[in-house]
């Protein structure tokens, strides 16, 4: 279960109340990479290995896409929530990420939070070159079926979601997390897991997009990337370098493209609005 139930005292304009609120899971998973401490991520629990497996592609902690290590349980707390486990990864497969890794903490809120320095940023040069285009009046359509799947969202108004889909608006994935890039990394691991990364060609997130989420979208060849709300500076940056489509707050039948817009068309008629002074 990704939700708790917790009492509180709620104060209204004319009243105060009891209340008992479900809210959103928040646990330390602690990860070891050849029984050494690698990183602790701060994550909803449930789809732990999907998390672990997209983390590992996103970060370039292991090269080999077809490569699974070997994940065994160390340790559970008193609720049978998972808070240690132990990946063997041969060296051979070891990526630079692993070199250039995180310190022991990684908080919900930020993917880059405890990292000991920014990280490998070899991938700048490189770019995606998909020229397929998609209507951009599809991407509300999508943000409908990913809401459709916010559970843990509707029960406790504290969850981020992030869904994969084909050019043509099929769902391939959808996943919850208080982590707006641990939801990023599950979908990634998850679409891993069944061999469906390569059908992968659009990503919506349900709140901002910071760079480092751009990132992922990069590391995973996904040439689309759609947030409901705003962009940073600094995803629009890379969006612009790395040859990702950006749209962002897609919401109330609107969204705006901030990146690489050749790869976007509309079948809907505008007419033309004069902004000149009268």
Same mark, same amino acid.
């Given at each position: *279960?990704?939700?708790?139930?917790?009492?509180?005292?709620?104060?209204e304009v004319d009243s105060v109340?009891?209340?008992?609120?479900?809210? /959103?899971?928040?646990?330390?998973? =602690?990860?070891?990479?050849?029984?050494?401490?690698?990183?602790?991520? *701060?994550? !909803?629990?449930?789809?732990?290995?999907?998390?672990?497996?997209?983390?590992?592609?996103?970060?370039?902690?292991?090269?080999?896409?077809?490569?699974?290590?070997?994940?065994?349980?160390?340790?559970?707390?008193?609720?049978?929530?998972?808070?240690?486990?132990?990946?063997?990864?041969?060296?051979?497969? &070891?990526? @630079?990420?692993?070199?250039? %890794?995180?310190?022991?903490?990684?908080?919900?809120?930020?993917?880059?939070?405890?990292?000991?320095? &920014? $990280?490998?940023? %070899?991938?700048?040069?490189? !770019?995606?070159?998909? /020229?397929?285009?998609?209507?951009?009046?599809?991407?509300?359509?999508?943000?409908t079926k990913m809401s459709a799947? =916010?559970?843990?969202?509707?029960?406790?108004?504290?969850?981020?979601?992030?869904?994969?889909?084909?050019?043509? $608006?099929?769902?391939?994935?959808?996943?919850?997390?208080?982590?707006?890039?641990?939801?990023?990394?599950?979908?990634? $691991?998850?679409?891993?897991?069944?061999?469906?990364?390569? =059908?992968?060609?659009?990503? /919506?997130?349900?709140?901002?997009?910071?760079?480092?989420?751009?990132?992922?979208?990069?590391?995973?060849?996904?040439?689309?990337?759609?947030?409901?709300?705003?962009?940073?500076?600094?995803?629009?940056?890379?969006?612009?370098?790395?040859?990702?489509? &950006?749209?962002?707050?897609?919401?109330? =039948?609107?969204?705006?493209?901030?990146?690489?817009?050749?790869?976007?068309? !509309? !079948?809907?008629?505008?007419? @033309?609005? @004069? /902004?000149?002074?009268?």
């Amino acid at each position: *279960m990704a939700i708790r139930n917790y009492e509180g005292k709620k104060y209204e304009v004319d009243s105060v109340n009891k209340t008992l609120d479900s809210l /959103t899971i928040e646990e330390a998973l =602690q990860i070891n990479i050849n029984n050494k401490p690698f990183t602790v991520s *701060m994550r !909803t629990p449930g789809e732990d290995i999907s998390l672990i497996r997209g983390m590992l592609h996103s970060e370039d902690i292991v090269k080999n896409i077809n490569f699974m290590p070997d994940i065994v349980l160390k340790k559970e707390n008193d609720d049978g929530i998972v808070t240690i486990v132990n990946l063997t990864i041969p060296e051979e497969e &070891l990526g @630079d990420g692993y070199s250039n %890794s995180r310190s022991l903490l990684s908080v919900s809120s930020c993917g880059i939070c405890g990292r000991t320095e &920014l $990280g490998d940023l %070899s991938f700048l040069g490189k !770019t995606i070159d998909d /020229t397929e285009i998609i209507d951009v009046n599809i991407i509300h359509q999508l943000f409908t079926k990913m809401s459709a799947l =916010q559970h843990n969202f509707n029960q406790s108004g504290g969850a981020h979601a992030a869904a994969a889909f084909t050019n043509t $608006g099929e769902l391939l994935c959808s996943m919850e997390d208080i982590g707006r890039h641990n939801a990023v990394d599950k979908v990634i $691991g998850k679409l891993i897991l069944l061999n469906k990364l390569d =059908q992968a060609k659009i990503i /919506t997130v349900s709140g901002r997009v910071s760079y480092e989420i751009v990132v992922k979208c990069f590391k995973a060849k996904i040439p689309f990337l759609a947030a409901v709300s705003a962009p940073s500076s600094l995803a629009v940056d890379y969006s612009k370098e790395l040859g990702i489509t &950006l749209l962002a707050f897609c919401r109330n =039948q609107r969204a705006t493209c901030y990146s690489n817009p050749y790869r976007t068309k !509309t !079948t809907k008629q505008f007419r @033309d609005i @004069d /902004t000149k002074a009268s």
